[in-house]
C-alpha cells in the first residue's frame, strides 16, 4: 500500500504544483501509515527525480523511455499503470493541470477505480480518502468517496502549500519499464509553444488580469497590465469579454470557462467582477480591483479597491512598484 504522485515534467523542469500535491500526500501517508511514491515519467528523469526526492517523497520513481519523450497520453498511462502497480498504490494523486486531469481519468479508467478531478482538499476518514470538489462556481464544496480499492484525485493548482525542500530525500528507485512503441496510440508530430518564458497562469503566485475596461485602446491597456504583472513577477490574466474581444488570447481567460486560479494576489482592472468570473478567481488570498465604477460588483469581492482609470492607475501602480522593487 502507498500513495503515488505523478510528477509532471515540462520542458523547462518539474511542473511545481506537483509538490504541493507531493506535500499534502506526506500528511495523508500519516493518517494511512503509508509511504509516498513520487513517479517520475520521461526520456530523461534524472534531474526531476533529483529536485523530488528532496519534497518528502520516500521513495522516487523513474520511468525512463525514449517512448516517453514528449507527453502522449496513452504511452504515460501505459507507464504510470506499472509503477502503481510496483508501488502497490491504493491512492494515485495528481495535479489537474491539462495534462493530470487527463491521466487521472484514464488511469482510472483503465484501473477500474474511482476518480474525483480537481479537488481543492483532502483528508482521510476511516482509512479511506475524502476528496472535497469546489462545484456550482465555487459555491457548494462536495466531499466525494471512493467505492474502488484504488482512488485516484487530481488536485487543483495552489490548493495547498508548497512544501519546504529539505537536503535529506528518499531513495530514487529505477523501475525497469516494459513499454514499446506498440503500446502507444498516438504520433506526436510537432509541438508549437505559445507560452515560451511565461509565467503559469495556474500555478501564479500574483496575476494581473484585464477586462472590457481597456477597450477604449485594448493593445495600450493589456500593454499596460503585462507591464505591471512583469514588475511584480506576475502572470497575465483576462476576463471572457476581454478574450472575446480578441483583445488576448483564451489561454489567458479566467473563470468559469477560462483557468480556475488562486494566487496569493489578484489585481483586476477594468473587470466588472461577474460570477463567472469570479468562479475562477473567487480564492484569491488577496484582490485588488481597479474599475472607474464604484458599483462595480468586483469591489464587494476585493480586499482593497482604486476607483479610476486604468490608463492611470496601473501606470502609477508601476512606477511605484518599480521604486519600492528597486
Ligand atoms: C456560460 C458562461 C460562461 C462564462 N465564462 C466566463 C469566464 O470564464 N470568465 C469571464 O471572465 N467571464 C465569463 N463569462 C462572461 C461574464 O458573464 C461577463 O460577461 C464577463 O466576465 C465580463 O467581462 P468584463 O468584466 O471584462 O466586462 P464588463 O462586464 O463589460 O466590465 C468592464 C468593467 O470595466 C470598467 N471600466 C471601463 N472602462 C474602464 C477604465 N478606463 N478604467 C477602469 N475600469 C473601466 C467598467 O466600469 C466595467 O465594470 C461567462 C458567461 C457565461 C454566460
Redesign the pocket.
Known amino acids: 500500500m502507498s500513495i503515488l504522485v505523478w510528477i509532471e515534467q515540462a520542458s523547462n523542469g518539474p511542473v511545481a504544483s506537483s509538490f504541493e500535491v507531493v506535500g499534502k500526500a506526506r500528511e495523508l501517508a500519516g493518517a494511512l501509515s503509508t509511504q509516498v511514491v513520487a513517479a517520475v515519467a520521461g526520456d530523461d528523469t534524472a534531474a526531476t527525480a533529483e529536485v523530488a526526492r528532496t519534497y518528502g517523497a520516500d521513495v522516487v520513481m523513474t520511468l525512463t523511455s525514449p517512448v516517453l519523450a514528449g507527453f502522449r497520453l496513452s504511452a504515460y498511462a501505459h507507464a504510470l499503470k506499472q509503477a502503481i502497480n510496483e508501488a502497490g498504490a491504493t491512492v494515485v494523486l495528481m495535479a489537474a493541470t491539462v495534462r493530470g486531469r487527463e491521466l487521472a481519468a484514464t488511469l482510472a479508467c483503465d484501473l477500474g477505480a474511482g476518480y474525483a478531478p480537481d479537488v481543492v482538499d483532502l483528508r482521510v476518514e476511516s482509512g479511506k480518502l475524502v476528496a472535497v470538489r469546489s462545484v456550482y462556481s465555487n459555491n457548494i464544496l462536495t466531499d466525494v468517496t471512493f467505492n474502488s480499492d484504488i482512488q485516484v484525485a487530481s488536485v487543483r493548482p495552489r490548493s495547498f502549500p508548497m512544501p519546504e525542500a529539505g537536503s535529506a530525500g528518499g531513495e530514487v528507485r529505477a523501475i525497469d519499464l516494459a513499454i514499446s512503441e506498440d503500446d502507444v496510440k498516438e504520433k506526436l508530430v510537432e509541438v508549437k509553444s505559445t507560452d515560451a518564458g511565461e509565467i503559469s497562469l495556474t500555478d501564479a503566485a500574483k496575476i494581473v488580469s484585464g477586462?472590457?475596461?481597456v477597450?477604449?485602446d485594448p493593445a495600450k491597456g493589456f500593454a499596460l497590465v503585462s507591464e505591471l504583472a512583469a514588475t511584480i513577477g506576475a502572470a497575465v490574466g483576462a476576463?471572457?469579454?476581454?478574450v472575446d474581444a480578441g483583445y488576448i488570447p483564451y489561454k489567458h481567460?479566467?473563470?468559469?470557462?477560462?483557468k480556475t486560479v488562486k494566487p496569493d494576489l489578484y489585481i483586476a482592472?477594468?473587470?466588472?467582477?461577474?460570477?463567472?468570473?469570479l468562479a475562477?478567481m473567487g480564492g484569491s488570498k488577496v484582490i485588488v480591483a481597479?474599475?472607474?465604477?464604484g458599483d462595480?460588483p468586483i469591489f464587494d469581492r476585493a480586499n482593497y479597491g482604486v476607483v479610476?482609470?486604468?490608463?492611470e492607475v496601473l501606470p502609477a501602480l508601476t512606477e511605484e512598484f518599480k521604486k519600492r522593487l528597486g
Open positions: 477586462g472590457r475596461g477597450a477604449q476576463s471572457r469579454a476581454a481567460q479566467v473563470g468559469q470557462t477560462g482592472a477594468g473587470i466588472s467582477g461577474a460570477i463567472q468570473h475562477g481597479i474599475n472607474k465604477d462595480a479610476g482609470d486604468l490608463y
